[in-house]
């Protein structure tokens, strides 16, 4: 019975998804297919649904989403790229390829600043490119080390999806999330950094012969403002001065400042990004609620509890369990976006990760990163068609330099999923997590 239910929950789900019907509308379908087919009782489900519903989305943490949507999409619009962007390359012109490492770099420092790794792929994409164009690089390789070194930005925090999945695994601590990324992140980032340089020096690319205008103090303090809204959001969150709900208040009225400062963005732009914040933040709500009833029925047919028993049956090994669970999300990753996945797999392998003796906050730093290195994959990557539309440069181009980068990416992966100290070690150290080790 409950793979039966298992089959026609997922393979509703993914033969909609396939036929190209929205995927918030899919889960939805395919629970109530799942529900009917069940012999649940009609009358009992709807009225379950509708609460489920109501209740997903009735959570004052989940405010932090659209207000870190909205500061992120304010300094995007506001002047604050090209200000880090121009900090980055100060930082790493003297290596080969410097404009690829100063794109990696910017998307660490932007995804530190929006949040958001497909801001970051268009915002960076649209600044780098003309630039690494001019120098002669290769624009599959350029949109290709654009598009890879994106997902730092949801690693990197003030984050919304470590938002979303402390708010979908039931309260697992925000400042911990917060601050294990920081490692995670840089880490991702020196792995895309150190495979695009090695294919810099490949293809005979130089280092910067580019000569600022402005001193190299000017330049820092430029972008001084831009990184200084990471220390406030971080700073107000660690020492209890506000929430990260609040904390994504207080950044978008610090960027609409800055935004005033610099003077690069009406009252038009400024209307545009609202009504585009607001329609991100409908469709997140929407999947929440939908998911939600996804949720009842998968608990009402035990389906989350027949996968935790299955997998524990295949291994009893700790390391063989996180490496299925890897190769899944990362599959997972390439078909679905970060958004459902989170609200989907969430609830089905935090219990697993839990029994073996991970830490919530490790594997939500996990799940995260599987599936922002999913969104660099066809056929559903989000950053992969940002990335490739921003460069103008056709898929089947970027992909021979997306695959060794990509390698280069899961080991990172894979030393985050099995060496724990990575993720929890600044937790560890700031208090918000007992251990950093099983």
Same mark, same amino acid.
């Given at each position: 019975?409950?793979?039966?239910?298992?089959?026609?929950?997922?393979?509703?789900?993914?033969?909609?998804?396939? =036929?190209?019907?929205?995927?918030?509308?899919?889960?939805?379908?395919?629970?109530?297919?799942?529900? &009917?087919?069940?012999?649940?009782?009609?009358?009992?489900?709807?009225?379950?649904?509708?609460?489920?519903? %109501?209740?997903?989305?009735?959570?004052?943490?989940?405010?932090?989403?659209?207000? %870190?949507?909205?500061?992120? +999409?304010?300094? +995007?619009?506001?002047?604050?790229?090209?200000?880090?962007?121009?900090?980055?390359?100060?930082?790493?012109?003297?290596?080969?390829?410097?404009?690829?490492?100063?794109?990696?770099?910017?998307?660490? *420092? *932007?995804?530190?600043?929006?949040?958001?790794?497909?801001? /970051? !792929?268009?915002?960076?994409?649209? @600044?780098?490119?003309?630039?690494?164009?001019?120098?002669?690089?290769?624009? +599959?390789?350029?949109?290709?080390?654009?598009?890879?070194?994106?997902?730092?930005?949801?690693?990197?925090?003030?984050?919304?999806?470590?938002?979303?999945?402390? &708010?979908?695994?039931?309260?697992?601590?925000?400042? =911990?999330?917060?601050?294990?990324?920081?490692?995670?992140?840089?880490?991702?980032? &020196?792995?895309?950094?150190?495979?695009? @340089?090695?294919? =810099?020096?490949?293809? #005979? $690319?130089?280092?910067?012969?580019?000569?600022?205008?402005?001193?190299?103090?000017?330049?820092?303090?430029?972008?001084?403002?831009?990184?200084?809204?990471?220390?406030?959001?971080?700073?107000? &969150?660690? !020492?209890?001065?506000?929430?990260?709900?609040?904390?994504?208040?207080?950044?978008?009225?610090?960027?609409?400042?800055?935004?005033?400062?610099?003077?690069?963005?009406?009252?038009?732009?400024? $209307?545009?990004?609202?009504?585009?914040?607001?329609?991100?933040?409908?469709?997140?709500?929407?999947?929440? /609620?939908?998911?939600?009833?996804?949720?009842?029925?998968?608990?009402?047919?035990?389906?989350?509890? =027949?996968?935790?028993?299955?997998?524990?049956?295949?291994? +009893?090994?700790?390391?063989?369990?996180?490496?299925?669970?890897?190769?899944?999300?990362?599959?997972?990753?390439?078909?679905?976006?970060?958004?459902?996945?989170?609200?989907? *797999?969430?609830?089905?392998?935090?219990?697993?990760?839990?029994?073996?003796?991970?830490?919530?906050?490790? *594997?939500?730093?996990?799940?995260?990163?599987?599936?922002?290195? #999913?969104?660099?994959?066809?056929?559903?990557?989000?950053?992969?068609?940002?990335?490739?539309?921003?460069?103008?440069?056709?898929?089947?181009?970027?992909?021979?330099?997306?695959?060794?980068?990509?390698? /280069?990416?899961?080991?990172?992966?894979?030393?985050?999923?099995?060496?724990?100290?990575?993720?929890?070690?600044?937790?560890?150290?700031?208090?918000?997590?007992?251990?950093?080790?099983?």
């Amino acid at each position: 019975m409950v793979v039966q239910a298992a089959l026609m929950l997922f393979g509703s789900f993914f033969v909609m998804l396939f =036929a190209g019907v929205p995927i918030s509308a899919g889960i939805g379908i395919a629970s109530i297919i799942t529900a &009917i087919m069940s012999g649940m009782d009609g009358n009992i489900f709807a009225l379950t649904a509708a609460q489920r519903c %109501f209740s997903g989305c009735d959570s004052f943490s989940l405010l932090a989403l659209p207000f %870190f949507s909205l500061g992120g +999409n304010v300094m +995007n619009k506001g002047g604050i790229a090209k200000r880090l962007v121009r900090l980055a390359r100060l930082l790493v012109g003297w290596v080969p390829g410097y404009l690829a490492a100063t794109n990696v770099l910017a998307n660490m *420092f *932007f995804g530190a600043v929006s949040g958001s790794s497909v801001a /970051a !792929t268009s915002a960076m994409g649209s @600044i780098m490119s003309p630039l690494e164009l001019d120098e002669g690089y290769d624009p +599959n390789y350029s949109a290709a080390v654009n598009i890879c070194s994106a997902p730092t930005g949801i690693l990197i925090p003030p984050s919304g999806p470590l938002i979303l999945y402390s &708010i979908t695994a039931g309260g697992v601590s925000v400042a =911990a999330l917060f601050m294990g990324g920081y490692l995670t992140g840089a880490l991702l980032g &020196i792995a895309v950094a150190g495979l695009a @340089i090695f294919l =810099a020096v490949r293809k #005979g $690319y130089k280092a910067s012969a580019v000569k600022e205008e402005d001193p190299a103090w000017k330049i820092v303090l430029e972008a001084v403002p831009s990184l200084l809204a990471v220390i406030i959001v971080m700073g107000g &969150i660690l !020492t209890g001065i506000f929430t990260a709900t609040e904390a994504g208040v207080v950044m978008c009225l610090y960027c609409t400042l800055l935004a005033i400062i610099y003077r690069e963005m009406s009252i038009k732009t400024f $209307y545009d990004l609202l009504a585009d914040t607001m329609k991100s933040s409908a469709t997140i709500l929407f999947l929440i /609620a939908a998911s939600s009833i996804m949720s009842y029925v998968m608990s009402y047919s035990g389906i989350p509890a =027949a996968i935790s028993e299955g997998l524990m049956s295949v291994s +009893n090994n700790r390391y063989m369990i996180i490496l299925i669970m890897n190769v899944f999300l990362l599959v997972m990753g390439m078909f679905l976006d970060l958004t459902p996945a989170v609200l989907i *797999f969430t609830p089905i392998f935090l219990t697993i990760a839990t029994s073996v003796g991970m830490s919530p906050v490790h *594997f939500g730093l996990m799940l995260i990163m599987n599936l922002g290195i #999913g969104s660099v994959t066809p056929p559903v990557g989000s950053c992969l068609f940002v990335g490739c539309g921003v460069g103008r440069v056709k898929i089947e181009g970027v992909t021979k330099y997306i695959a060794p980068i990509f390698t /280069a990416m899961v080991i990172s992966l894979f030393l985050v999923s099995f060496i724990p100290a990575i993720p929890l070690l600044v937790p560890y150290l700031c208090g918000l997590v007992p251990s950093m080790w099983w």
